[in-house]
């Protein structure tokens, strides 16, 4: 006669655990922790930086991607937000991802040998594309394909400042010249320089936008995949994070300008100009929460109601009950 703990004992036996599995799974880990954890992709005189501290050097050394540790805590944050999905997608192993774990491989060996930890950190995405799919297959890779896709906002472009960074500068400077000019206030400008009567500021690297642009990819992104149903707005949201960077640091130009304007440039360029970062911030996402409003307003359906003729009305609806 058995009872309830015999029967628990034989159902939780060791014997039924596919040991070879675990050790596999444990030994795949261990690589993986030695691969972007231990092994040095970048050397600076004695000191030698694995991937994760090649990571942490220039999230810590480089402002504009100062929010580059939120990003993988982020993308957990995402897999949670659709976990009901991500548990109930169906565990079909597909042998094929294996070609696609030998490419991250082969991305991870050539970015140790050439020194390019931009492509190390590229082949770890890769290699969680392809480990979701040999271990869960399409289903599951469906649902996990954005938060692991996320995870590229963590790689610094630093050398993309040169190339965006002006052209950004020139463009806020275009645009407040002439939004002051809107407001009355008689302004030239001179390549990034903006000139009046009683104030000249030069549009630096700080006001380009580029610094707010990088941290803009990752809370449009972020915000198109949990506000958004279709993959078209959440591609607008992504793409609209340029034009917000523009907006919000066009806005704070103009603001310094007109605190300059009003109380002279020397409270606007040194008490102003320090605080009035937030206002890049606050424009931009704010234009983005109405933005995502705006693509989840139901135009279908109020259009379709605007045709309708009104309901035939009773011959007592006029008429007021009395309780």
């Excluded at 642009?213 to 992504?238: D, E, P, S």
């Excluded at 360029?269 to 307003?297: D, P």
Aim: include cysteine.
């Amino acid at each position: 006669m058995s009872n309830g703990t015999s029967t628990a004992a034989i159902k939780f036996s060791p014997s039924s655990i596919d040991w070879a599995k675990v050790a596999l799974g444990i030994v795949t880990l261990g690589l993986i922790y030695y691969a972007y954890f231990v092994q040095a992709v970048e050397a600076h005189g004695v000191v030698r930086l694995s991937c994760y501290r090649w990571l942490m050097s220039h999230w810590s050394n480089i402002s504009n991607y100062s929010h580059g540790p939120l990003i993988p805590l982020i993308a957990i944050g995402l897999v949670w937000w659709k976990w009901a999905d991500v548990s109930t997608a169906s565990i079909k192993p597909l042998p094929g991802g294996v070609a696609v774990v030998a490419v991250a491989m082969t991305i991870y060996y050539l970015g140790v040998k050439a020194v390019q930890p931009r492509a190390v950190v590229f082949s770890f995405v890769l290699l969680l594309y392809g480990l979701t799919l040999t271990l869960g297959g399409r289903q599951l890779f469906r649902q996990l394909f954005f938060p692991i896709t996320f995870l590229l906002l963590m790689i610094p472009l630093n050398f993309l400042d040169e190339v965006v960074g002006f052209p950004l500068r020139m463009m806020v400077a275009q645009a407040s010249t002439a939004l002051l000019n809107w407001f009355g206030i008689e302004t030239i400008r001179r390549g990034t320089a903006i000139y009046s009567a009683v104030f000249q500021f030069d549009v630096a690297d700080p006001c380009s936008g580029i610094r707010s642009l990088m941290a803009l990819t990752t809370v449009t992104a972020a915000y198109g995949y949990v506000t958004q149903h279709a993959q078209w707005k959440r591609w607008v949201l992504f793409l609209s994070a340029m034009p917000l960077a523009v907006l919000g640091n066009m806005a704070r130009v103009t603001s310094i300008a007109l605190v300059a304007q009003v109380y002279g440039q020397e409270l606007a360029g040194r008490a102003y100009h320090e605080y009035s970062g937030y206002i890049v911030f606050g424009v931009a996402l704010s234009t983005m929460v109405i933005i995502g409003v705006l693509l989840n307003f139901p135009y279908r359906r109020i259009f379709q109601n605007w045709g309708k003729p009104p309901k035939d009305r009773g011959p007592h609806d006029d008429e007021l009950s009395l309780v």
